[in-house]
């Protein structure tokens, strides 16, 4: 932390490189806090900094999609052909479950083209996605959802910087999975995947504000089923009671 604080006093650097080197050191030592706000930094004075933006785009991945959205696509602006924030943008849509961001993550993804080096582990993941959208039957679709669960599993359990929105993607694959199977299960599951993001250190308002909408939205759609049974009234009550605790 010290030698990170010394590269901010370098005079022979101008101060868009102190603040960007010293935002990637704090990177390294774990202080994201301190990262953004140097990346924040080095930005301020040179918006055109493109490699300060992608990697502060990454660290907002993990705690505001929105915001992190943002500055992917200010990096399109000025670089329309940027592999990498195309990839990591199409990534970042895949998992927020807006079908509308879904075809925008598919139109990105067909512009990085075949010969691509994408990331792996956002490949796998956009595959699982949409692996769990295809299927003529019921059967089918189940069976591409099962499927499209195991490999979000081992993208989870590899962690990484992208665990949030494997988990994420796994929230997905879990609710497709109940409204089809009509077994209310894969519900519980989706939920362990929010407490695990909010169990995280520092979670972010985003992330309690989404496990919230899915607590009410699912116990409000419980509510109203004429066909609910008494598991059924067990997971309402369970979801209200946790939405309340996390308010």
């Known amino acids: 932390r010290a030698a990170v604080a010394e590269i901010l006093d370098l005079e022979n650097l101008d ?13 390294i030592l774990g202080d994201q806090q301190e990262a953004m706000r140097d990346y924040q930094l080095a930005l301020t004075e040179a918006p055109q900094l493109t490699a300060a933006r992608l990697r502060y785009a990454k660290l907002l991945s993990a705690r505001n999609l929105t915001a992190a959205r943002a500055q992917y696509q200010a990096i399109l602006q000025q670089e329309p052909d940027n592999q990498v924030a195309i990839r990591d943008l199409a990534a970042l849509l895949t998992a927020t479950g807006n079908n509308d961001d ?17 990331d792996a582990a956002a490949t796998d993941r956009f595959r699982a996605l949409l692996m769990a959208r295809r299927g003529r039957t019921r059967t089918q679709r189940l069976e591409n959802i099962d499927t499209a669960e195991a490999t979000l599993q081992k993208l ?7 665990e949030g929105l494997n988990r994420r993607a796994l929230v997905q694959i879990y609710e497709a999975k109940a409204e089809l199977s009509g077994d209310k ?18 979670p972010t308002p985003q992330d309690l504000a989404d496990y919230v909408d899915f607590l009410l939205r699912h116990a409000v759609a419980e509510a109203d089923s004429p066909e609910s049974s008494s598991d059924d009234a067990g997971l309402r009550q369970d979801f209200l009671a946790e939405a309340e605790e996390r308010l």
């Open 15 to 27: 101060s868009e490189s102190r603040y960007f080197i010293a935002a990637q050191g704090y990177e």
């Open 102 to 118: 879904w075809q925008r993550a598919q139109q990105l993804l067909e512009q990085l083209g075949e010969s691509s080096a994408t």
């Open 156 to 162: 989870v359990e590899a962690a990484g910087a992208d």
């Open 185 to 202: 299960t894969p519900l519980r599951a989706a939920q362990q995947q929010y407490q695990q993001l909010l169990d995280q250190p520092n």
